[in-house]
Every structure is written in structure tokens, then in C-alpha cells.
């Protein structure tokens, strides 16, 4: 089984932003919620949430359910997501 | 008594304690934000909004330890409601394909053709097929050859016979080593992202 030169590619991008310590997809579901609001109030992330972002680029699944709960919150998947 | 009317505390006492009105607006709460979330998918009828309504309903009433008061509580419960529904979809999806057929198409000619690459990003590219069969365990490459090929977590896990959490792990521990891989050979982590800087 061989992966495609595109498939590598996005690997390696997960690669770039991989970190040493990384929370997993079970302690992100207990922060994602604090994430959400802190993007909400515009407020600074604390180190505990800003490993909630760093999970999003390494993870596609909970980067696809965080977008669902923005809709799901009825809030501007423009104005969360955008920087 | 609604969702909005109902604090924090109360309402996590009320669930714990069965209390109708507190399970009744939990339910509400989330029926109505899966239906804005998912919706509009053409995957999703009503009657998948009601079945992950109701099995959110039980995760949340089950995890309630797990919520440690740091956003809201209906937002934390809606965050599981969400994993529920789209772990649920993701196994629809992936319920026909055995985990082989998949992992087999990535070898098929109809694959994405390589494109016409520099030279540097040959190099990388090599560098890092090489590492995958070099440098990780037989397990670590089928979760990230699965992964690759865009099989969920869940479903990965359940065919492999490990647990979702066990499945991050490998991946991580498998990107950490050919990311060390790749510095060996001369790409850290920001020339890899410098290479491919151009592609989406």
C-alpha cells in the first residue's frame, strides 16, 4: 500500500505543526467547549486552550465537529474560525 | 422549566437526580442545535436527528463527572452531542468498505498523479515514504496509512480491535518519529512547511 504524492504532502503538513505533548481526541471534547466561548468573548487563550488549536491542525475530525458545534451554537463560522 | 432558564448547577443536580424537566431540556437543547448543524446534510433525515438526540441525551447524562465548569454547561453538553452524532455518521460511511480495500485503493494507478514537483520537494517526499516503511512499527503504519486514506478514528479503532484514544496516540507517536526521521535528513519542521508552502 503506497500513498499518493498529494497524500504525503498533507501528511507532511501534519507533520509541521506536530508538537511533543498534544492533548487526544477525549480531553479535547472536555475543553473544546471553553475554546468556543473564549473565541466567542474574543479573549486571550490560556495555554490549557491553546492546545485546543494545535489539535485542530493535527486532527480533521474534531477540526469538522468544532465547525458543527459553531452551527450547532448558532454563532458566525466566519467570525470563530477566521483570525 | 427551559434550557435557558434552567443554571448551570441546577441543571446538572436535576439531571443526576432523573428529574424530567432537566432531561426534557437537555433533549431540546440539543435536538435543536444537531438539526442547525447537520441539517442541511443530505445524509441526515429527522429521524437520525431524534436516534442522536437520544443517545447524546445518555452520554451526557453519563460523562456528567467529566464536565469540569469551565464554559457553560449546555455548551459542553452540545460539544458531545456533536461527537456523538458525527462518530455515528462516520460509521454509516465507512460500514461497507473493509479496512483492505481501503488501505489496497492507495496503491491504485487512479490515485491523485504526482504532480510535477521541484526537486527539493521530490527529496521530502522520498524522505518521507522511505520513513514510513523504515521507521515505524507494522501498527504505527496502519494507522497513519489509514488515516491518510480518510478512515475515521472510529472506525480504524473498531476494525484494529484498539481503542479510539489508543489510535491518537499511535498517530502522534508516529508523526513525532518521522518527524525526527526527517530532521535526520535535513527537513525540519519549518522547511517542510517552506516546501510545500504553495500547495492548499
Redesign the interface.
Given at each position: 500500500?503506497?500513498?499518493?504524492?498529494?497524500?504525503?504532502?498533507?501528511?507532511?503538513?501534519?507533520?509541521?505543526?506536530?508538537a511533543?505533548c498534544?492533548i487526544?481526541?477525549?480531553e479535547l471534547?472536555?475543553?473544546?467547549?471553553?475554546y468556543?466561548?473564549a473565541r466567542t468573548d474574543r479573549s486571550a487563550l490560556s495555554p490549557h486552550l491553546a492546545q485546543v488549536a494545535q489539535h485542530f491542525k493535527?486532527?480533521p475530525?474534531c477540526r469538522?465537529?468544532f465547525e458543527?458545534?459553531i452551527?450547532?451554537?448558532?454563532l458566525d463560522p466566519a467570525t470563530i474560525l477566521g483570525e | 422549566m427551559d434550557a435557558s432558564a434552567m443554571k448551570d448547577d441546577a441543571w446538572i443536580a436535576g439531571l443526576r437526580a432523573g428529574r424530567e424537566d432537566a432531561v426534557a431540556a437537555l433533549r431540546d437543547r440539543l435536538r435543536k442545535?444537531?438539526g442547525?448543524?447537520?441539517g442541511p446534510r443530505s445524509d441526515v433525515q429527522d429521524t437520525d436527528l431524534d436516534d442522536f438526540t437520544q443517545d447524546a441525551v445518555l452520554q451526557v447524562t453519563s460523562r456528567l463527572d467529566?464536565?469540569?465548569g469551565?464554559?457553560?454547561f449546555a455548551?459542553?453538553a452540545?460539544?458531545?452531542?456533536?461527537?456523538v452524532?458525527?462518530t455515528a455518521l462516520?460509521r454509516r460511511r465507512w460500514k461497507r468498505e473493509t479496512l483492505d480495500d481501503r488501505?489496497?485503493a492507495?496503491?491504485s494507478p487512479d490515485?491523485?498523479?504526482?504532480?510535477e514537483?521541484e526537486e527539493v520537494?521530490d527529496q521530502?517526499?522520498a524522505a518521507?515514504?522511505a520513513s514510513?516503511d523504515e521507521d515505524l512499527t507494522p501498527r504505527q503504519r496502519q494507522v497513519?496509512?489509514g488515516e491518510?486514506?480518510g478512515i475515521?478514528?472510529v472506525v480504524l479503532a473498531e476494525r484494529l480491535g484498539m481503542k479510539?484514544?489508543a489510535i491518537?496516540?499511535a498517530t502522534?507517536d508516529a508523526?513525532?518519529k518521522?518527524?525526527a526521521a526527517?530532521r535526520r535528513k535535513g527537513f525540519d519542521?519549518?522547511r517542510?512547511?517552506d516546501?510545500?508552502a504553495d500547495?492548499t
Open positions: 500500500m503506497k500513498p499518493t504524492d498529494a497524500q504525503l504532502a498533507e501528511l507532511a503538513k501534519l507533520l509541521g505543526d506536530t511533543d498534544e487526544d481526541c477525549a471534547l472536555d475543553r473544546v467547549a471553553a468556543l466561548e493535527v486532527c475530525e469538522e465537529e458543527a458545534l452551527r450547532a451554537e448558532g | 442545535g444537531l442547525a448543524a447537520l467529566s464536565f469540569r469551565e464554559s457553560k455548551t459542553w452540545m460539544a458531545v452531542a456533536v461527537r452524532a458525527l462516520r488501505l489496497e492507495m496503491a490515485g491523485a498523479p504526482a504532480i514537483t520537494r521530502l517526499l518521507l515514504r514510513i497513519i496509512l491518510l486514506s475515521p478514528q479510539t484514544g491518537y496516540k502522534h508523526r513525532k518521522l518527524l526527517l519542521a519549518a517542510v512547511m516546501v510545500l500547495e
